[in-house]
């Protein structure tokens, strides 16, 4: 092998490969995620793959680390939502139950969470966190401790059936979030008479 075609293998970092391929898991699902189309779409043979990956099976452990570690920043994130007022944080999570996009990343590694404990340990880190924040904000609105508890339970279940459920089951959309959020937080004392954000 020549000097040219080890930099032409070695241009393509393993960053790159799993880049493109999480693009492809969330555009078109993991059914897209191939050596093949990877190749094409990079504009390199299937040699510059195997140069950085084993198998295809090594590239998903990778989309799934990087997935993680993209999961863990996100939840930063929405650990600083605390500073919104509790109906406008509310709001803002559960923008994430009708991003299509992102459901079809979960599907995959929640099924890969089955076979890999590191991936598993991560995605119930984030719904713990994600239970949590939806929790105090629903308490902060006057719910009981109880009852908050129960319904943020619900919304994060939810959450996941919506990503693994059939397709021909009702799935919200953003016009439906003000009545989910009604559903949620409806008799707090603190919800009476707020102004809600207008469905879009």
């Known amino acids: 092998m020549t000097a ?16 493109r391929a999480l693009e492809l898991l969330m555009d078109e699902g993991v ?7 990877l190749c094409g779409d990079l504009g390199v043979t299937k040699g510059s ?3 950085r990956f084993e198998d295809l099976a090594s590239l998903k452990e990778s989309i799934a680390a990087k997935w993680c570690g ?21 709001r803002t999570m559960t923008v994430a139950l009708v991003d299509e996009r992102a459901w079809s990343v979960q599907r995959a590694l929640r099924e890969w969470a089955r076979t890999d404990e590191r991936v598993a ?34 919304l994060v279940y939810a959450g996941i059936g ?9 799935r919200p ?7 989910l959020m009604d559903f949620l937080a409806g008799d707090a004392p603190t919800h009476a008479g707020v102004d809600q954000p207008p469905a879009t």
């Open 4 to 19: 040219g075609q080890i930099a032409k293998r070695g241009a393509l970092t393993a960053d790159d490969w799993t880049a």
């Open 31 to 37: 059914s897209a995620v191939k050596i093949s189309r």
């Open 49 to 51: 793959f195997y140069w």
């Open 70 to 90: 993209d999961s863990t920043q996100m939840l930063a994130g929405l650990a600083e939502l605390t500073t919104l007022e509790p109906w406008d944080r509310l």
């Open 121 to 154: 340990a991560t995605i119930a880190e984030g719904d713990v966190l994600a239970f949590d924040l939806i929790r105090r904000a629903i308490e902060e609105l006057g719910v009981s401790a109880r009852r908050a508890r129960l319904r943020a339970g619900l």
């Open 162 to 170: 919506f990503v693994h459920g059939p397709s021909a089951l009702f």
């Open 173 to 179: 959309a953003i016009g439906d979030l003000d009545d």
